[in-house]
């Protein structure tokens, strides 16, 4: 069974810095792309964020130059550094997996619990 534990959020002030953490644990899998959505109340969730297995990211235009997406493929673990965090930033943050099991299940998508990033004075 694959799990995905998420942490690192918080309250922080304007402009402040955060980084989110999310671990795939499990087995009988490798990892396809890991990533980052968030969403605010009354809003759909977006993309934030994501990595591929060989290491290439993509990013919402919001966050281009504020945040940086990583990955240790040894510990199946992505990360989020949030830098110059606004109020807008202020959502649940969710990781997601895209995990491959077999050539019969190339690719099969997990999210984790959210954790929750409030940007606020």
């Known amino acids: 069974q694959v799990h995905l534990v998420e942490s690192g959020g918080g309250l922080v002030q304007p402009g402040g810095s955060l980084r989110l953490s999310c671990a795939a644990s499990?087995?009988?899998?490798?990892?396809?792309?890991m990533g980052w959505y968030r969403q605010a109340p009354g809003n759909q969730r977006d993309l934030v964020a994501s990595?591929?297995?060989?290491?290439?990211?993509n990013y919402a235009d919001s966050v281009k130059g504020r945040f940086t997406i990583s990955r240790d493929n040894t510990k199946n673990t992505v990360y989020l550094q949030m830098n110059s965090l606004q109020p807008e930033d202020t959502a649940v943050y969710y990781c997601?997996?895209?995990?491959?099991?077999?050539?019969?299940?190339?690719?099969?998508?997990?999210w984790g619990q959210g954790t929750q990033v409030t940007v606020s004075s």
């Open positions: 997601n997996a895209d995990l491959y099991f077999s050539v019969f299940v190339p690719h099969s998508t997990y």
């Open positions: 499990g087995s009988g899998f490798s990892i396809n792309a």
């Open positions: 990595i591929t297995s060989d290491g290439s990211t």
